[in-house]
């Protein structure tokens, strides 16, 4: 087994609930999810020769998997035009506040929002996946965070020591 | 414990904390699984585990035989009464709709929808082929290529609860949406920034993207809400839209079979034996399939009551099931009235399996696809997806 293989399959068995749960949320379910999961390190499996290794492996592999989450969710999607936009929560039983106020956010916040605190990457990855710069990932995450906290009805936080934080 | 109050009291740790706590759900990881995908071989280290998940699974589908003689509820195929067509009405007219364009920022560029509802008093039609177009198409020849896909339609003998027949009357307060997609611009200058539709009757209707520019300087960034993206110079930039849909169904329809009603139920597709309640949560239940054109696909589906109270079908629901391909070709699926009535009472936390059938079409696209099984209920997050290899 070569040295690439070995790292993939190393973030997969380190990381994998990370990947699950924070596609869930981009995916709308966990099935589809643990599908993504799947592929996604198939493909970084199959084409782990492009890989350049100028960033991290953990956003290279996170890339692949938006991008197989996003084409998927745009070519099987039946519902009608309202759900298309509208973010899902895959089990809002759970936290019904929770996944109202998610619903608020734009899905460029959702998705950093799952990047960071579901799938814990850090401001350097995130900003890695997403292709903006760590400033702009600070800023959106605090913004996200803001408004999450204003819809959960909490005290709307200083973006400062959020940012303080998340960095910990 | 000053750090710990910290900690706890600490905005983005409450809300790290309450978001791990909605996504809880246990898995477990399978390499092999990847590397199958992969089209690399099993190592040998993991051929003595093979070897033991063989032997286990043999065991498990015996036992699942045995106990699906009993615990099975078996498959009716009854399909819901078709949706009537009404007569046809006068075409609508533009200043009797509302007009409204959505659109939202993807990694493949642009992606929306236009809404028309109309406000009217009498019930109007919108049958026929719309026309979509970008305003200021000069700054983008020659590359422009604009590309139009008729509605889809059921396969015939299937039933639809919202069939493209509803847009020979759309009654005061219901409407129609067709969806676009707006892909690789990277031309530099002005960009288009309105959208034209024309009706089938020819009245036209203009609307405006709000912020949407070119990007200043080579790529833009991703996620950016204001441009849409741009792949390749050398790529052509493609407008792409359908046809009118239905964007409601029929009051009746909703009635008899409870689609308004939220359902305390969690679904799985199962291939592999009839698993128990932490095998469901875990994710360990279904194989990765190989199914040939044309033929029946025998599968069971799990529902598990996930109220803490007695659950009881006052209607049996509706289901589709059917393939969804990657590929450019339409998703096909069934609706079928689900065979509730030997379920009785679902203590909580129970589950009930029932026997499916799925007709693999004879035109499949071959290759990697999914088959997809959702309840119909209000409640969202039913819908299952779950990967098929179709072969010739």
Not at chain 1, 19 to 46: M, P, T
Not at chain 2, 4 to 9: C, G, I, M, P, V
Not at chain 2, 155 to 178: E, W
Not at chain 2, 288 to 299: D, E, K, M, N, S
């Amino acid at each position: 087994m070569d040295k690439r293989t070995r790292a993939i399959e190393d973030v997969y068995n380190r990381r994998y609930l990370g990947y699950r749960n924070a596609l869930a949320g981009i995916a709308g379910g966990y099935e589809a999810a643990q599908d993504i999961v799947q592929e996604s390190f198939a493909r970084a499996l199959k084409s782990r020769g492009s890989y350049r290794g100028d960033g991290p492996l953990e956003a290279w592999i996170w890339k692949i998997a938006l991008r197989i989450a996003l084409d998927q969710r745009r070519k099987i999607a039946e519902e009608p035009l309202a759900d298309t936009f509208e973010p899902e929560l895959p089990e809002p039983e759970i936290d019904g506040e929770l996944a109202a106020a998610l619903r608020t956010l734009s899905p460029r916040r959702r998705l950093v929002v799952f990047l960071r605190y579901v799938a814990d990457l850090d401001y350097a990855q995130i900003a890695e996946v997403c292709e903006i710069s760590p400033g702009t990932v600070a800023a959106t995450l605090s913004q996200a965070t803001a408004a999450l906290s204003s819809a959960l009805g909490n005290e709307h936080p200083d973006p400062r020591a959020l940012r303080e934080a998340a960095e910990q | 414990m000053k750090r710990k109050r910290h900690e706890t009291d600490d905005p983005a740790s409450v809300l790290s904390e309450r978001l791990n706590g909605a996504f809880r759900r246990p898995g477990e990881a399978d390499w092999l699984d990847v590397r199958e995908r992969a089209g690399e071989s099993r190592t040998h280290l993991h051929w003595p585990r093979r070897r033991v998940l063989l032997v286990v699974g043999v065991l498990v589908l015996a036992a699942g035989a045995c106990a699906g003689s009993v615990g099975v509820i078996p498959w009716l195929g009854r399909q819901p009464a078709k949706v009537q067509s009404p007569p046809l009405a006068p075409p609508c007219r533009i200043k009797n709709l509302w007009v409204r364009i959505q659109y939202d920022v993807s990694l493949n560029g642009l992606e929306g929808g236009i809404s028309l509802v109309n406000k009217g008093r009498r019930a109007c039609s919108l049958i026929g082929r719309p026309t979509l177009a970008l305003i200021n198409p000069s700054v983008l020849e020659p590359r422009l290529l604009v590309e139009y896909t008729p509605p889809m339609r059921p396969k015939p003998g299937s039933v639809d609860l919202a069939p493209l027949s509803l847009l020979r009357a759309v009654p005061p307060h219901r409407g129609a949406y067709l969806r676009f997609s707006w892909t690789n611009w990277c031309k530099q200058g002005p960009s288009p920034a309105s959208l034209e539709l024309r009706l089938p009757n020819g009245d036209r209707v203009v609307r405006s993207f709000t912020s949407v520019r070119p990007p200043a300087r080579g790529l833009p960034p991703l996620y950016s809400a204001t441009a849409p993206r741009c792949y390749r110079e050398r790529w052509r930039t493609r407008l792409h839209y359908e046809g009118f849909y239905p964007d409601w169904t029929p009051a009746s329809v909703i009635s008899s079979y409870g689609l308004d009603v939220a359902l305390p139920l969690r679904t799985s597709i199962i291939t592999k034996g009839l698993p128990t309640v932490r095998k469901l949560r875990n994710g360990r239940y279904y194989t990765f399939l190989r199914v040939q054109r044309g033929t029946v696909l025998r599968y069971r589906v799990a529902l598990r009551n996930t109220s803490k109270l007695p659950f009881r079908f006052k209607r049996c629901p509706l289901y589709a099931e059917g393939i969804a391909s990657l590929s450019s070709n339409p998703p096909t699926r069934d609706i079928f009235v689900l065979n509730c009535r030997p379920v009785g009472v679902m203590a909580p936390g129970k589950v009930v399996f029932f026997a499916m059938e799925l007709s693999v079409p004879k035109n499949a696209p071959l290759g990697r696809n999914f088959m997809g099984w959702s309840l119909f209920s209000r409640r969202t997050g039913g819908r299952l997806l779950k990967p098929v290899w179709i072969v010739p």
